[in-house]
């Protein structure tokens, strides 16, 4: 194992990267700057080249302790191995697929997570575990893009604060409709059992491994049957991929974007689709090919998109989907975005700081730190 360097003559530092609405400072506020020095940045740097990448490491190089918002800023060996300083990597979340947690360990970097419960030394009313996917804000907030998009909410808001108009279009009922999800994790059967219970939609699922065994068994996992679907049928029915996208009237997506996921939607899905369809994903921007999905949405082929992920995030100035008056006019599908929120409540971002805090806390007491992994 490598010895990382240390320094007797100064006090550790901390970097608290990628708070954007700065909610961290008060989490941190009981720790004396004699014990701790903090810098706390709101703006991401974006590796996407040496110069960008030479900047990040410039930024983290004075560094003992980093701590981190899930995937914002993604830590491979790459970067692990130029930050000498660096002892304790902060994350958050559930999913480290964005950290080299091997690398880490080959480095003798101390890896922990924040898995949204609180603090263990203070008593207070337990927070969700967002591990169960109805709980996750993830699954409000997939819906709340669903309803927009179907409801012209963003549309007809913009008609009656920029004009003197009225109604923009008419919105389309969920009922009976046909809900595909690509990719029934526990996300994805979270918005699955709201489209069954709340609206009466049929769902299609797919991915590449799922069975109607496994999907009969997430039904019951979210305390239905597996065998009331509409007329009868199937609760969570498992379709050909192709299928999914020609019959789903709604198409949403909760798949873990890797290798072999990148650009699982693509022209092909996308043509599939139906002219009256929905588009929307809430998981990660890469598993859609942006340009197929730029070029669908454009000609308007289907009747909207919403997106609340992005391939580069934060999204730069000029981006395609920053256009103002562009989308939803001159024949063009209407789209909505979010600035990456599913998971950014209130609860959880502040769940997350307070157990990084208590992690911080613990590390400059020399105690053994929480939720290690690595």
């Known amino acids: 194992m490598a010895t990382r360097s240390t320094s007797q003559v100064r006090r550790p530092a ?4 990628d708070d954007y609405l700065d909610t961290s400072a008060p989490h941190f506020a ?3 700057p004699s014990q701790l020095e903090i810098t706390m940045f709101k703006d991401t740097i974006v590796p996407s080249d040496a110069a960008e990448t030479a900047r990040l490491v410039e930024r983290l190089r004075p560094f003992d302790m980093i701590s981190t918002i899930r995937e914002r800023t993604a830590f491979p060996g790459s970067l692990l191995r130029q930050l000498p300083n660096l002892k304790l990597l902060l994350a958050t979340g559930t999913q480290f697929e964005m950290f080299d947690l091997k690398a880490a360990q080959e480095l003798g970097i101390t890896v922990v997570a924040a898995p949204g419960l609180g603090r263990t ?3 207070g009313a337990n927070r969700p575990n967002i591990k169960k996917g109805s709980m996750h804000p993830t699954t409000q907030h997939t819906w709340a893009l669903i309803l927009a998009l179907a409801r012209n909410i963003a549309a007809d808001d913009a008609v009656l604060k920029n004009s003197t108009g009225w109604q923009s279009r008419l919105a389309i009922g969920l009922p009976g409709s046909t809900l595909g999800v690509v990719g029934l994790g526990r996300l994805g059967a979270a918005v699955a059992r709201v489209a069954h219970l709340a609206w009466g939609m049929e769902v299609v699922c797919w991915s590449e491994n799922l069975t109607q065994k496994k999907a009969d068994e997430t039904a019951v996992s979210v305390g239905l049957s597996p065998d009331s679907g509409i007329g009868g049928g199937k609760t969570f029915q498992v379709v050909q991929k ?3 996208f020609r019959t789903a009237h709604v198409v949403s997506l909760h798949y873990v974007l890797s290798d072999r996921s990148r650009g699982i939607v693509g022209s092909e899905e996308l043509a599939q689709m139906k002219r009256s369809s929905i588009l929307v994903n809430s998981s990660r921007g890469p598993l859609i090919d942006q340009d197929a999905l730029i070029k669908t949405l454009e000609n308007g082929r289907i009747r909207g998109a919403a997106l609340d992920v992005f391939d580069v995030e934060p999204l730069p100035a000029g981006s395609p989907w920053r256009r103002s008056n562009y989308w939803g006019v001159d024949g063009r ?3 909505l975005t979010t600035p990456h929120m599913g998971y950014v409540d209130d609860g959880l971002m502040n769940a997350w700081y307070a157990e990084t805090a208590e992690n911080v806390e613990r590390w400059l007491r020399g105690q053994e ?5 690595a």
Not at 14 to 17: D, G, N, R, V
Not at 369 to 373: E, F, N, Q, S, W
């Open 14 to 17: 901390l970097a608290i990267l």
């Open 30 to 32: 009981d720790i004396p």
């Open 121 to 123: 030394d203070q008593s």
């Open 242 to 244: 192709q299928q999914l």
């Open 333 to 335: 599908s209407v789209v």
């Open 369 to 373: 730190v929480l939720h290690r992994l």
